[in-house]
């Protein structure tokens, strides 16, 4: 008589099976890893994204406080170069405080190629409402840098600008009296360019900010 035995080991098809459930837990956790790896690189990208921008719109605004000013109270030049069109800003103010309007007292901020770009060195600043930003004519830096922050929009407005004869927005600073209070609300938008998303899922921020210029504008 054959005495039965205990079988020993696994067959071949639980081996397969065993083999099949390993590979779907490991797959599960290769997935979840990558999707948190990839959350927490986006949310790093937003982070830095936030940073720029927000460093961007602290210098606009601190200069632009500035403009205006003159050591020389009866110099008019510096308020007369405060000039705003779309995405182009030219400001000026007596930084080395003799009251002369120097070649290198003259300022501006503008859009170039998805970069804010920031200029001290003259040039042409055109008619009230008609800024000029050549990047051709001047030599103008870059203050954001493209791999962090691709910038789509940089306006600058004064819909908020007031003039003591009831003047207002764009009219406040071409008018020929009273006296002009600039508010400038800057408004700058970026993206981060991520090569796995559509360009409609790329991490984005917007932040507008308004800015009182300190050194009203006396008409004649």
């Given at each position: 008589m054959n005495s039965?035995?205990?079988?020993?080991?696994?067959?071949?098809?639980?081996?397969l099976i065993a083999v099949v459930?390993?590979?779907?837990?490991?797959?599960?956790?290769i997935s979840v890893f990558s999707t948190n790896v990839r959350s927490s690189t986006e949310n790093l990208q937003m982070i830095r994204l936030n940073q720029e921008l927000r460093g961007a719109m602290t210098l606009m605004a601190d200069e632009l406080k500035r403009a205006g000013y003159s050591a020389d109270p009866t110099n008019a030049d510096f308020v007369d170069d405060f000039n705003v069109s779309a995405s182009c800003i030219r400001y000026s103010y007596d930084e080395d405080e003799d009251g002369i309007r120097d070649s290198d007292e003259r300022f501006g901020f503008t859009l170039d190629n998805n970069r804010v770009r920031w200029t001290n060195r003259g040039g042409t600043v055109g008619a009230k409402g008609s800024a000029v930003c050549s990047t051709s004519t001047s030599a103008w830096y870059s203050i954001t840098t493209a791999d962090i922050a691709l910038i789509t929009t940089l306006d600058?407005?004064?819909?908020?600008?007031?003039?003591?004869?009831n003047v207002s927005s764009l009219t406040a600073l071409t008018t020929n009296s009273g006296v002009s209070v600039y508010d400038v609300t800057i408004t700058l938008t970026g993206i981060k360019d991520l090569p796995h998303n559509s360009a409609a899922n790329d991490p984005r921020r917007t932040i507008e900010e308004t800015v009182r210029v300190r050194n009203d504008d006396p008409k004649d």
């Open positions: 039965l035995k205990n079988q020993r080991g696994l067959t071949l098809v639980e081996m459930l390993g590979l779907f837990v490991t797959a599960v956790i600058f407005s004064l819909d908020n600008s007031v003039n003591t004869l």
